[in-house]
């Protein structure tokens, strides 16, 4: 059984080879389709998660609106692929979504072996602890001899040693298998340390019952570039997809609002008036209308008004701007001029 | 000797005609032969006790007297308790059981679904009741319901499309399962049947078949389903992954009650065989007459075990990205407003698992006391 099965694996993986590089005309698809489909997770807090009447939310979720915005002028017309870990990159590849807006670290090996194409960050995450504030810990660097709840076969595990073992410093794993699972054991005091990125510490941190008597320390182990991805081999796709996400940066740079991106239409900056496509034919030479960015805007919003409304410090999850902050003020969300 | 004839020498209390001593009947007897018969048993007993004591009431206050029925958010279903987390906050169950229910089915169309259940009911009933009038036509209605259901649920042909992708919740749950567990048994006897023939070449199929999805488990099949298919299709033509999951499951307990058909018929005295031969049946006449009867009979408690199974095995599915209504629930689990709910989520979805698979083990008890003919040891 196990070399038959071997074999259909091998044949499957010769195949694939192939299927990736014959696509092209996504953005015909899209637009013959009328609905744009973005491979999302199957739930993960703030960045995608369906609500009590099953409409997708989350940062994530909203660039997919955006990329909707721009490609098909409304942004409600996405539909929610749900991939899980181990089938995201299939799915995109063998041609189940047209984007991939799936919190998802990009790679060497994600983006040559799998045969991605990245375009920027929309969120830079990394690895964190998070402790209670009464075992008075400052710093990752006193936690010699503490037990850690880690998830098993992840990233997170193999940084977490390679952090304690260049220390000098011995720690104990709790293995386990999901965050709930994680926060449950944190709760309960079967470990001292919870360590996953630090998105998610935030999340695990704001569902505990007293938020406050828990503190997530200010080392960072590990980078974890998050953002979004298409097929190899459809250029015109890459491009639109990149600078959707640049338009949500650059808007929030310039200071275009969903509030005020009608009256910036007047503004006397050329690079505002390119952007929202009163002057010049950006939009026509990615294939769009050339009012994409206004739809984005005016319908989604700006970077920091995504950031704010999913993730950001008023939300249950209080994540703070830290280094997704604007690269004018300390962060490193950085995009190219619209030019 | 003479005394014993002698009512008048009874000990008061000890004449035989008198009922039992209340301690020996009733609920005192029950409690004194089961519970405190040894004195291991009492030890036993009151360690029970004493166990149930420390978690009954702190559970029961949980459950349902500290609990919290409705609220906005999970701040304030926890303002309302005394102490954070000091009940269960089944607003966030109650607040998405319609999604549980539906999925994203679109919402006018949901009586399609109302009546899809109802139909269900009534075909279960029609098919599972013994005296009913009319038992030929509920059989006929039960086997007709699984292609009504698919044109209700999925329209076309007069009724509006809903794509297979809006199915989520209890509804896909329901279907992978309902769908695995009535397709797979009669494909589970044909292949029982197969494996048994005496053409060569048939049998071979039915051994191979079987013996690989057997030896698979039934994860790697759903990844085959959702990933690989679409490699192997033409490019182009896109075939419904609920679809490929349907096939998937249904074929893999088929390969299961295979197996457990064929124990049933080869628990079958020879005799019967015989006997059908030379009464001069058919093939076809003898097993739907004399074998399948019986070895079914004897094969219920297997094929019941097969259905649960397959049953709970449809959760599998949120490996895979579906969002049936385990994954779902974790799907709703992060939510950023009720975050940390997962207790009151997975007992919701356990108590959903037991009372269908109980019923399910139930009825088949009552079928096997019903088909009991005395023939087995």
């Given at each position: 059984m196990k070399q038959k099965t071997t074999a259909v694996l091998s044949a499957a993986a010769l195949v694939l080879g192939f299927a990736g590089t014959t696509q092209a005309g996504t953005l015909e698809d899209v637009q013959?389709?009328?609905?744009?489909?973005?491979?999302?997770?199957?739930?993960?807090?703030?960045?995608?998660?369906?609500?009590?009447?099953?409409?997708?939310?989350?940062?994530?979720?909203?660039?997919?609106?955006?990329?909707?915005?721009?490609?098909?002028?409304?942004?409600?017309?996405?539909?929610?692929?749900?991939?899980?870990?181990?089938?995201?990159?299939?799915k995109?590849?063998?041609?189940?979504?047209?984007?991939?807006?799936?919190?998802?670290?990009?790679?060497?090996?994600?983006?040559?072996?799998?045969?991605?194409?990245?375009?920027?960050?929309?969120?830079?995450?990394?690895?964190?602890?998070?402790?209670?504030?009464?075992?008075?810990?400052?710093?990752?660097?006193?936690?010699?001899?503490?037990?850690?709840?880690?998830?098993?076969?992840?990233?997170?595990?193999?940084?977490?040693?390679?952090?304690f073992s260049s220390n000098g410093m011995k720690y104990e794993?709790?293995?386990?298998?999901?965050?709930?699972?994680a926060r449950q054991n944190y709760e309960s005091g079967r470990c001292d340390v919870y360590t996953t990125d630090a998105s998610g510490l935030a999340s695990t941190r704001s569902a505990l019952p007293n938020p406050g008597d828990h503190m997530v320390l200010p080392e960072i182990i590990s980078k974890e570039p998050l953002g979004p991805a298409t097929r190899h081999g459809d250029d015109q796709w890459s491009d639109i997809v990149t600078w959707v996400l640049n338009a949500t940066i650059t808007a929030e740079e310039l200071g275009v609002t969903m509030a005020n991106v009608d009256q910036m239409k007047s503004s006397n900056n050329p690079e505002?008036?390119?952007?929202?496509?009163?002057?010049?034919?950006?939009?026509?030479?990615?294939?769009?209308?050339?009012?994409?960015?206004?739809?984005?805007?005016?319908?989604?919003?700006?970077?920091?008004?995504?950031?704010?409304?999913?993730?950001?410090?008023?939300?249950?999850?209080?994540?703070?701007?830290?280094l997704n902050a604007l690269w004018t003020e300390g962060g490193l969300i950085y995009s190219p001029p619209f030019r | 000797m003479t005394k014993s004839f002698n009512p008048q020498s009874y000990e008061p209390g000890t004449h035989p005609d008198l009922p039992p001593p209340a301690i020996t009947t009733g609920l005192i007897g029950w409690i004194k032969t089961n519970l405190f018969s040894s004195p291991l048993n009492t030890a036993l007993t009151l360690i029970s006790i004493w166990f149930l004591w420390q978690i009954l009431p702190s559970s029961f206050h949980w459950l349902f007297t500290g609990a919290v029925w409705s609220a906005v958010d999970r701040k304030e279903c926890w303002a309302m308790m005394d102490a954070p987390r000091d009940g269960a906050c089944w607003a966030f169950i109650r607040g998405s059981l319609e999604l549980f229910l539906y999925g994203w089915y679109p919402e006018p169309e949901r009586w399609r679904v109302n009546i899809t259940f109802f139909l269900f009911g009534a075909a279960v009933f029609g098919a599972l009741r013994e005296n009913i009038p009319g038992k030929k036509y509920w059989l006929m209605f039960a086997a007709v319901f699984p292609f009504l259901a698919a044109w209700l649920l999925f329209g076309g042909f007069g009724l509006e499309p809903v794509a297979t992708s809006k199915l989520?919740?209890?509804?896909?749950?329901?279907?992978?399962?309902?769908?695995?567990?009535?397709?797979?048994?009669?494909?589970?006897?044909?292949?029982?049947?197969?494996?048994?023939?005496?053409?060569?070449?048939?049998?071979?199929?039915?051994?191979?078949?079987?013996?690989?999805?057997?030896?698979?488990?039934?994860?790697?099949?759903?990844?085959?389903?959702?990933t690989m298919l679409t490699y192997f299709l033409p490019p182009g033509s896109s075939f419904d992954l609920l679809i490929r999951v349907l096939i998937m499951v249904t074929l893999f307990a088929a390969a299961y009650i295979a197996e457990v058909v064929r124990g049933g018929l080869q628990g079958l005295a020879s005799g019967q065989y015989e006997a059908a031969d030379a009464l001069g049946l058919t093939y076809w006449q003898s097993h739907r007459l004399i074998i399948l009867p019986q070895a079914l009979k004897i094969s219920i408690p297997g094929i019941v075990n097969t259905f649960i199974g397959s049953y709970k095995d449809s959760v599998l599915v949120l490996i895979i990205g579906m969002m049936d209504i385990l994954g779902l629930g974790r799907a709703r689990l992060n939510d950023p407003d009720w975050l940390g709910l997962a207790p009151e989520l997975y007992i919701f979805i356990s108590l959903f698992f037991f009372v269908s698979c109980f019923a399910m083990s139930r009825y088949s008890l009552s079928l096997e006391k019903k088909l009991e003919t005395g023939h087995q040891s």
């Open positions: 013959s389709q009328g609905v744009l489909r973005c491979v999302v997770s199957t739930g993960i807090a703030g960045f995608a998660q369906p609500d009590a009447s099953g409409v997708w939310k989350g940062f994530d979720i909203d660039f997919c609106r955006a990329t909707a915005a721009a490609v098909l002028g409304d942004a409600n017309k996405i539909e929610a692929v749900t991939s899980t870990g181990k089938t995201r990159f299939t995109l590849n063998a041609g189940e979504g047209d984007v991939l807006w799936r919190n998802t670290t990009i790679t060497f090996s994600r983006d040559v072996g799998v045969k991605l194409r990245f375009h920027g960050v929309n969120y830079y995450d990394g690895q964190g602890f998070m402790v209670k504030k009464s075992l008075g810990v400052n710093s990752a660097s006193e936690l010699d001899g503490a037990s850690v709840c880690i998830q098993t076969g992840t990233t997170t595990e193999l940084n977490l040693a390679d952090y794993p709790v293995t386990i298998e999901t965050n709930d699972e505002v008036l390119r952007l929202l496509g009163v002057d010049g034919s950006q939009g026509q030479e990615l294939g769009l209308s050339n009012d994409w960015a206004y739809q984005i805007i005016k319908q989604v919003g700006n970077y920091g008004e995504i950031f704010e409304r999913n993730i950001g410090v008023d939300t249950p999850l209080g994540i703070a701007r830290g | 989520g919740g209890i509804l896909l749950t329901l279907v992978v399962a309902v769908t695995g567990i009535s397709f797979s048994l009669p494909l589970g006897i044909a292949l029982a049947l197969g494996r048994r023939s005496r053409l060569p070449v048939l049998r071979a199929i039915c051994v191979i078949f079987i013996e690989f999805i057997r030896g698979v488990p039934l994860i790697t099949l759903l990844f085959v389903a959702s």
